[in-house]
C-alpha cells in the first residue's frame, strides 16, 4: 500500500505569514509523529498524535506552532507568523498502533522562510 | 529522561574498510533500539532494530547487538561500499515515543 505522504514538498514562505503542512499517514496507523530536522541536525521531536488527540505536545517549539489530526487520518501542523529560524525539513511519521514499533516516515517538507 | 548519544561525524572510510559508529543510551525500562538511515535525497527508513537485550538486529550486512550491560547498540558492518553513504541515527522507544540520536554522516570512498 501506499506510505506516508507529505505535502507539499517545499514551501517558500516571507517572514510573517503562517504556512500549512500536511500529512496523510499509512491507512490504519493509529499514531502520528511530527519531527524537524534543521540543516546537518537529528531529528527533533515536536508532537504525538494517538488517534485524534494529542497526549504529548511537549516538543513544540512556540505558541505560534500547532497541530491537529481528524479523523483518526490527516495531519496538519501550522505554523503562524514565521521567523527565519523556522526553515528545517519537517518530518511527519506514522506507526500502527503505539509503543516500540517502528516508525514510517514520509518524505517531508522543505520549508524556507525568507 | 531517555536520550541516545552517538558518535558524532563526519565518518570518512574507503570501500571494503570495517564500519562502526557508536551509540549509547540511557532509558528507564526496557526500551527497543533502532538504527535508521537516511540515504540522499531519501527520506529515513529503518535499517535494523532490537526489541530485547542480546538481541542482534541485522539487514545489508550491518549488525547491532542490544548490550543492556553497557547501554549501547553499536552499528558495525564488515566492508562498506559507496552506496552506503548516508546519514545513521540511533534511536530508542519506550513508551509511546522515540527518541533519535542526533545522526553520524558516513562517506565511503571508492
Given at each position: 500500500g501506499a506510505g506516508v505522504s507529505q505535502s507539499p514538498s517545499n514551501k517558500v514562505t516571507e517572514k510573517g505569514k503562517d504556512v500549512e503542512l500536511r500529512c496523510d499517514p499509512i491507512s490504519g496507523h493509529t499514531a502520528l509523529y511530527w519531527y524537524r530536522q534543521s540543516l546537518g541536525q537529528g531529528l527533533e521531536f515536536l508532537i504525538y498524535f494517538q488517534g485524534n488527540s494529542a497526549p504529548d505536545k511537549s516538543g513544540l517549539p512556540s505558541d505560534r506552532f500547532s497541530a491537529e489530526r481528524t479523523g483518526?487520518?490527516?495531519?496538519?501542523?501550522?505554523?503562524?507568523?514565521?521567523?527565519?529560524?523556522?526553515?528545517?525539513?519537517?518530518?511527519?511519521?506514522?506507526?500502527?498502533?503505539g509503543s516500540q514499533e517502528t516508525q514510517y516516515f514520509g518524505p517531508g517538507t522543505r520549508l524556507l522562510v525568507l | 529522561g531517555d536520550s541516545v548519544t552517538q558518535m558524532e561525524g563526519p565518518v570518512t572510510l574507503s570501500e571494503e574498510a570495517f564500519l562502526t559508529i557508536n551509540c549509547t543510551y540511557t532509558a528507564t525500562g526496557y526500551p527497543s533500539l533502532f538504527w535508521y538511515v537516511q540515504y540522499p535525497g531519501e527520506g529515513l527508513q529503518l535499517l535494523l532494530k532490537a526489541t530485547k537485550a542480546d538481541d542482534k538486529g541485522s539487514n545489508k550486512g550491518f549488525e547491532a547487538t542490544y548490550r543492556k550491560e553497557t547501554t549501547s547498540f553499536?552499528?558495525?558492518?564488515?566492508?562498506?561500499?559507496?552506496?552506503?553513504?548516508?546519514?545513521?541515527?540511533?534511536?530508542l522507544a519506550g513508551g509511546f515515543k522515540t527518541i533519535f540520536g542526533a545522526g553520524t554522516r558516513l562517506f565511503v570512498k571508492a
Open positions: 483518526g487520518s490527516v495531519s496538519t501542523l501550522t505554523i503562524q507568523r514565521t521567523q527565519q529560524e523556522d526553515s528545517a525539513v519537517y518530518l511527519c511519521a506514522s506507526i500502527p498502533s | 553499536h552499528l558495525e558492518k564488515g566492508s562498506v561500499q559507496v552506496s552506503d553513504s548516508a546519514v545513521y541515527f540511533c534511536a
